[in-house]
């Protein structure tokens, strides 16, 4: 089957329409603890994580992971990056890598003790970098944050396109404190185990806590969970229920261990004995595992927090404790208040024993009291189910990964819809001039076959999307009569430079000027509103084709391929079609083939418009249906963007400054917008062959080179009226906008425009 320019782009309409409108997130990452670190942030990190992975089963996953200082700890497999909080450069490494990995949303667990600087301030390092949305979930609000901390937490809520608390207080706080509103902060409770409502008697047998009533408090030991408030209870709480016993899990807190060891719980140990409760007490003194935790928690009959301070903003084990149908007690903490609101729970007040003995008291004496909380609990946990929280949060981060991609169709449609305002400046009578004066058409140099080429190839493909306004078919004209009279039948070559009086300068181009000039007169045959002219541009096609083989250049073999199937059956037929780009194309892969096993490249070097080798191969090999030539393009193509992609993710085409030879590692600049055009036009090739999306990402990833996504990050072209700079400088823009220039912009714009937009090319 030969290639159809028509048939291919049709076919791959549909999928360009969904990659570009329809969110889909097909990578993510996610940035907190993890274990065995033993901290909360690590077991919320491990459940977000896999809870995420199970609502989003075809996304592929980055999973980042902060260090503490002297930690080594032996991370699962599915941790990609592991990131020591002091480490500056291991901060923009990894922003870089979820860059170029192609990441879409990225899910930060922030809390400011897990990363490095002052308040947590590195990771502010990170999150510049990056360019995707960010989903932030803080676990730490501060009703009065230092500077530094305000200062911290302001830039992470500019940066992150939603933030999520877990409370109606945090976004209160956020918004008083912040400013932060309800567009950019959402509250999604904090996430809990799902478990189906049951009795407690059958969890207590296999614990050793048959027959008892249970009282129960999990989480890192430390001071300021109060444990001695129940503690100073329990010998009132016995005499009414000499079967009670107090549950405390959890081992000790690792920052407060490394510090005071087990002195803490050595004075909970001593208060129960002085009170001389200490045979109802029971210490489960590790980090114990999810499924154990979830089977303690169902054996308990009472669950008390009985913190010392309100500034909680959340707590994993109240949430907990609630979505397994736990009557709970506690302090009124802030997380507390909200989440026992209307009936969950009972309230206490701080550091008050005689409160807490009575309730517990209470509670243990009325079985249907305490049945009917439970159960009113168990249904209040329902929206912290993991499964329910993870609903919320990949649908928050859809939406914002559906605005990130609208902001940049705003962006990107305008610039790959220019005015011609600039071209027809740099043009007169006779045809295109060459180059400018940042502005003024520059006329000591003249013009030059290769861009009335360029400009009368784009202007066919403007006609076959859409009729042509007075001033571009006069262009038109005026363009194809000097590419008439460049042609030297004497010699069967194209003369190139001509000075602004009118005198040639040369008696014959390079071989790529004269198959450009092929090029555009293939494609004014074919799309070309006008009879008469596209006559005279088929005829004159005809005549140029037999002069071809005297055409050594690879890049001139590149051009004949392209310029002969847009060729086919509009200049020539499709026997001699296939025949003609056989011998360019095999010449074309013996290099390929050849260069792979030394340099790597169809040449020794690479030089200027260089992703015209592998696409015309990608043509060929679709045309010929000739499986070799399809792979060596498509290998070629990805060798070359691989050299043409930062590690921030943007697109930096090979610089002129490494033309002298082949390396990963080239230099920035010069870089010109030919690299681009070609670029797209190869990628567009690879998608039309392959169905592969990625070649359509990567198209419209190098298209956004011209509007700013380039390694200044200043837009190179200016759709209000189609002018593009030079070029790409050390020291940023070249100002001047010259006709190659120009016209890369407004061929590669042509190019997105039918290969992403789905635009008819009209033709058979």
Same mark, same amino acid.
């Given at each position: 089957?030969?290639?159809?320019?028509?048939?291919?782009?049709?076919?791959?309409?549909?999928?360009?329409?969904?990659?570009? !409108?329809?969110?889909?997130?097909?990578?993510?990452?996610?940035?907190?603890?993890?274990?065995?670190?033993?901290?909360?942030?690590?077991?919320?990190?491990?459940?977000?994580?896999?809870?995420?992975?199970?609502?989003?089963?075809?996304?592929?996953?980055?999973?980042?992971?902060?260090?503490?200082?002297?930690?080594?700890?032996?991370?699962?497999?599915?941790?990609? $990056?592991?990131?020591?909080?002091?480490?500056? @450069?291991?901060?923009?490494? !990894?922003?870089?890598?979820?860059?170029?990995?192609?990441?879409?949303?990225?899910?930060?667990?922030?809390?400011?003790?897990?990363?490095?600087?002052?308040?947590?301030?590195?990771?502010?390092?990170?999150?510049?970098?990056?360019?995707?949305?960010?989903?932030?979930?803080?676990?730490?609000?501060?009703?009065?944050?230092?500077?530094?901390?305000?200062?911290?937490?302001?830039?992470?809520?500019?940066?992150?396109?939603?933030?999520?608390?877990?409370?109606?207080?945090?976004?209160?706080?956020?918004?008083?404190? $912040?400013?932060?509103?309800?567009?950019?902060?959402?509250?999604?409770?904090?996430?809990?185990?799902?478990?189906?409502?049951?009795?407690?008697?059958?969890?207590?047998?296999?614990?050793?806590?048959?027959?008892?009533?249970?009282?129960?408090?999990?989480?890192?030991?430390?001071?300021?969970?109060?444990?001695?408030?129940?503690?100073?209870?329990?010998?009132?709480?016995?005499?009414?229920?000499?079967? +009670?016993?107090?549950?405390?899990?959890?081992?000790?807190?690792?920052?407060?261990?490394?510090?005071?060891?087990?002195?803490?719980?050595?004075?909970?140990?001593?208060?129960?004995?002085?009170?001389?409760?200490?045979?109802?007490?029971?210490?489960?003194?590790?980090?114990?595992?999810?499924?154990?935790?979830?089977?303690?928690?169902?054996?308990?009959?009472?669950?008390?927090?009985?913190?010392?301070?309100?500034?909680?903003? @959340?707590?994993?084990?109240?949430?907990?404790?609630?979505?397994?149908?736990?009557?709970?007690?506690? @302090?009124?903490?802030?997380?507390?208040?909200?989440?026992?609101?209307?009936?969950?729970?009972?309230?206490?007040?701080?550091?008050?024993?005689?409160?807490?003995?009575?309730?517990?008291?209470?509670?243990?004496?009325?079985?249907?009291?305490?049945?009917?909380?439970?159960?009113?609990?168990?249904?209040?946990?329902?929206?912290?189910?993991?499964?329910?929280?993870?609903?919320? !949060? !990949?649908?928050?981060?859809?939406?914002?990964?559906?605005?990130?991609?609208? %902001?940049?169709?705003?962006?990107?449609?305008?610039?790959?819809?220019?005015?011609?305002?600039?071209?027809?400046?740099?043009?007169?009578?006779?045809?295109?001039?060459?180059?400018?004066?940042?502005?003024?058409?520059?006329?000591? $140099?003249?013009?030059?076959?290769?861009?009335?080429?360029?400009?009368?190839?784009?202007?066919?493909?403007?006609?076959?999307?859409?009729?042509?306004?007075?001033?571009?078919?006069?262009?038109?004209?005026?363009?194809?009569?000097?590419?008439?009279?460049?042609?030297?039948?004497?010699?069967?070559?194209?003369?190139?430079?001509?000075?602004?009086?009118?005198?040639?300068?040369?008696?014959?181009?390079?071989?790529?000027?004269?198959?450009?000039?092929?090029?555009?007169?293939?494609?004014?045959?074919?799309?070309?509103?006008?009879?008469?002219?596209?006559?005279?541009?088929?005829?004159?096609?005809?005549?140029?084709?037999?002069?071809?083989?005297?055409?050594?250049?690879?890049?001139?073999?590149?051009?004949?391929?392209?310029?002969?199937?847009?060729?086919?059956?509009?200049?020539?037929?499709?026997?001699?079609?296939?025949?003609?780009?056989?011998?360019? +194309?095999?010449?074309?892969?013996?290099?390929?083939?050849?260069?792979?096993?030394? $340099?790597?490249?169809?040449?020794?070097?690479?030089?200027?418009?260089?992703?015209?080798?592998?696409?015309?191969?990608?043509?060929?090999?679709?045309?010929?249906?000739?499986?070799?030539?399809?792979?060596?393009?498509?290998?070629?193509?990805? %060798?070359?963007?691989?050299?043409?992609?930062?590690?921030?993710?943007?697109?930096?085409?090979?610089?002129?400054?490494?033309?002298?030879?082949?390396?990963?590692?080239?230099?920035?600049?010069? =870089?010109?917008?030919?690299?681009?055009?070609?670029?797209?036009?190869?990628?567009? +090739?690879?998608?039309?062959?392959?169905?592969?999306? =990625?070649?359509?990402?990567?198209?419209?990833? @190098?298209?956004?080179?011209?509007?700013?996504?380039?390694?200044?990050?200043?837009?190179?072209?200016?759709?209000?009226?189609?002018?593009?700079?030079?070029?790409?400088?050390?020291?940023?823009?070249?100002?001047?906008?010259?006709?190659?220039?120009?016209?890369?912009?407004?061929? +590669?714009?042509?190019?997105?425009?039918?290969?992403?937009?789905?635009?008819?090319?009209?033709?058979?």
């Amino acid at each position: 089957m030969g290639f159809d320019s028509t048939t291919a782009i049709v076919r791959a309409l549909q999928p360009a329409i969904v990659e570009t !409108t329809r969110p889909k997130l097909r990578r993510a990452a996610m940035i907190g603890n993890f274990p065995p670190r033993k901290c909360g942030i690590a077991t919320f990190t491990r459940d977000t994580f896999e809870s995420l992975r199970a609502a989003l089963p075809r996304t592929e996953w980055k999973l980042v992971v902060m260090e503490d200082r002297g930690g080594d700890h032996a991370y699962p497999p599915q941790v990609t $990056h592991v990131v020591r909080q002091d480490d500056i @450069t291991a901060y923009q490494k !990894t922003a870089d890598d979820l860059n170029g990995s192609g990441v879409e949303v990225v899910f930060l667990q922030h809390e400011f003790g897990i990363f490095g600087g002052g308040s947590g301030g590195h990771i502010l390092t990170l999150l510049r970098r990056l360019q995707m949305p960010v989903v932030t979930t803080l676990h730490t609000v501060l009703q009065n944050p230092s500077a530094e901390q305000k200062r911290v937490l302001d830039e992470i809520l500019c940066i992150s396109s939603a933030v999520i608390v877990m409370t109606e207080l945090g976004a209160d706080i956020l918004e008083r404190v $912040h400013g932060a509103g309800p567009t950019k902060v959402h509250v999604i409770p904090h996430g809990a185990p799902e478990r189906p409502f049951s009795a407690t008697d059958p969890f207590k047998a296999p614990l050793g806590l048959a027959g008892n009533k249970v009282i129960m408090t999990f989480g890192l030991l430390s001071p300021n969970k109060g444990l001695e408030t129940i503690i100073r209870g329990l010998p009132a709480i016995l005499d009414r229920h000499p079967d +009670a016993v107090y549950v405390i899990v959890g081992a000790t807190h690792p920052h407060l261990e490394k510090h005071e060891g087990e002195a803490y719980r050595d004075r909970l140990v001593e208060l129960a004995r002085t009170l001389g409760v200490f045979d109802h007490l029971r210490f489960i003194n590790r980090f114990v595992g999810d499924a154990e935790l979830v089977d303690l928690l169902q054996a308990a009959d009472l669950y008390v927090t009985p913190y010392l301070t309100e500034a909680q903003i @959340t707590s994993g084990t109240l949430a907990y404790a609630i979505a397994l149908g736990k009557p709970v007690i506690s @302090t009124p903490y802030w997380h507390a208040k909200e989440a026992l609101a209307d009936g969950v729970g009972v309230i206490c007040p701080f550091a008050d024993t005689r409160a807490f003995t009575r309730e517990i008291i209470d509670l243990l004496s009325d079985d249907a009291r305490r049945d009917t909380m439970a159960r009113r609990a168990y249904d209040a946990g329902e929206p912290s189910r993991w499964r329910k929280v993870a609903q919320e !949060t !990949t649908g928050l981060a859809l939406a914002c990964l559906a605005s990130h991609e609208r %902001r940049k169709e705003e962006a990107f449609r305008p610039l790959a819809r220019p005015k011609l305002d600039g071209l027809l400046r740099m043009a007169d009578d006779c045809g295109v001039m060459q180059h400018s004066r940042f502005g003024a058409p520059d006329r000591r $140099h003249g013009y030059c076959t290769d861009d009335n080429a360029r400009a009368l190839s784009f202007l066919a493909w403007l006609a076959a999307e859409a009729p042509l306004d007075a001033a571009s078919q006069k262009l038109g004209l005026s363009c194809a009569a000097f590419v008439s009279h460049a042609w030297c039948p004497d010699t069967g070559r194209f003369r190139n430079f001509m000075s602004f009086d009118r005198r040639w300068l040369d008696d014959g181009g390079s071989d790529d000027c004269c198959a450009r000039a092929l090029e555009a007169l293939c494609l004014v045959a074919r799309h070309w509103p006008q009879t008469d002219l596209r006559d005279w541009a088929a005829d004159l096609a005809r005549e140029v084709i037999k002069h071809i083989g005297a055409w050594n250049s690879l890049r001139s073999r590149a051009l004949v391929i392209k310029s002969l199937v847009a060729a086919e059956n509009a200049v020539v037929g499709d026997s001699e079609v296939r025949e003609l780009v056989s011998k360019a +194309a095999s010449e074309l892969l013996r290099s390929a083939q050849d260069g792979a096993a030394t $340099h790597g490249w169809f040449e020794a070097s690479l030089s200027y418009d260089n992703a015209r080798l592998p696409e015309a191969l990608i043509l060929a090999g679709e045309r010929l249906q000739d499986p070799d030539m399809l792979s060596s393009g498509i290998d070629m193509l990805e %060798r070359l963007m691989k050299l043409q992609l930062t590690t921030h993710g943007c697109f930096a085409p090979i610089a002129t400054s490494s033309f002298a030879e082949t390396r990963a590692d080239h230099a920035h600049f010069d =870089q010109q917008p030919i690299e681009a055009l070609a670029t797209i036009d190869a990628c567009l +090739a690879g998608w039309r062959a392959t169905g592969a999306t =990625q070649y359509a990402h990567a198209a419209r990833q @190098t298209f956004e080179w011209f509007g700013g996504r380039n390694v200044h990050g200043v837009p190179l072209a200016r759709p209000s009226d189609g002018i593009c700079s030079d070029g790409l400088t050390v020291d940023g823009l070249n100002r001047n906008h010259g006709a190659e220039s120009i016209l890369s912009y407004l061929l +590669a714009a042509a190019s997105v425009r039918r290969g992403l937009f789905g635009l008819s090319t009209g033709g058979n």
